[in-house]
């Protein structure tokens, strides 16, 4: 059995074969690979996991390419009638249209506002953890809703009456199937361009939390988890995560 020195986690093993930290998440859960359990967390071996995977393994990035015939902007998302059962973003000028979220989701951002209110309460009582539906404006041809987010004490000129016209320091988006790619690629690359420092992305369904963070102008991946780990943050001191409580109240009720 391979020493603790020799384990490697989930996003050290996803650089490694160039796949996303998401895909090894699967392998596990699916026991494609192997793994060891060190309390609550996974860890793994290099060479024993290409061995089981045969080879290397490439993922390429989803392509996607959108020419609309009309650059949507704010004032034409405020003149949109209002659809019941949906929701609408407006993504580099394109307009977004999806379902409303369902019973899981809504119970999983209420369990991690809870998190996000509580520790911030305390390290900036002045800053604001707000929630969907809000809109969040970029350059007048974004426009987003993050599931969750945080405005530091900092930034409070961007705290408009409707809106927030500004990169907060963190959006949160928690994904549903239809949505996980939207919020993979599309706003992940807004949420980069505009600046906003971190963005998490919460998967109920694949029971992930992945945190980015800007680094040199990219995001970077500094911690994330699966199942029941807890997820401590490095740039929020004392910041940590329980996942097995956010997929307890979504389990549960």
């Not at 699967?26 to 045969?54: C, D, H, M, N, W």
């Not at 680094?215 to 988890?225: E, K, Q, S």
Request: glycine fraction near 4%.
């Amino acid at each position: 059995m391979p020493t603790e020195k020799e384990l490697i986690p989930a996003q050290t093993l996803a650089h490694a074969l160039d796949l996303s930290v998401e895909t090894i998440w699967r392998y596990t859960r699916e026991k494609k690979i192997p793994y060891v359990e060190l309390g609550k967390q996974y860890r793994y071996k290099l060479a024993e996991v290409i061995a089981a995977l045969s080879g290397a393994v490439q993922e390429k990035a989803a392509a996607y390419t959108t020419e609309p015939t009309k650059k949507y902007t704010y004032q034409d998302y405020l003149e949109m009638p209002e659809e019941p059962g949906c929701r609408f973003e407006i993504l580099d000028g394109i307009l977004v249209r999806e379902p409303s979220p369902n019973v899981m989701h809504q119970r999983v951002s209420r369990r991690l506002q809870r998190i996000l209110e509580d520790y911030f309460a305390v390290a900036d009582p002045q800053g604001e953890v707000l929630d969907a539906p809000l809109d969040v404006t970029f350059h007048d041809i974004s426009v987003v809703q993050p599931d969750l987010l945080y405005v530091a004490a900092g930034q409070k000129m961007i705290v408009q009456d409707t809106r927030i016209d500004g990169p907060p320091t963190l959006a949160v988006e928690i994904t549903s199937p239809a949505s996980r790619r939207k919020d993979r690629l599309q706003k992940l690359l807004i949420y980069q361009k505009a600046k906003v420092q971190h963005y998490w992305i919460v998967d109920p369904e694949e029971r992930t939390l992945e945190c980015f963070a800007l680094r040199d102008g990219v995001y970077a991946l500094l911690a994330c988890g699966m199942d029941e780990e807890t997820v401590e943050h490095p740039c929020f001191a004392g910041l940590t995560v329980e996942l097995k409580r956010l997929w307890g109240v979504a389990l549960n009720g």
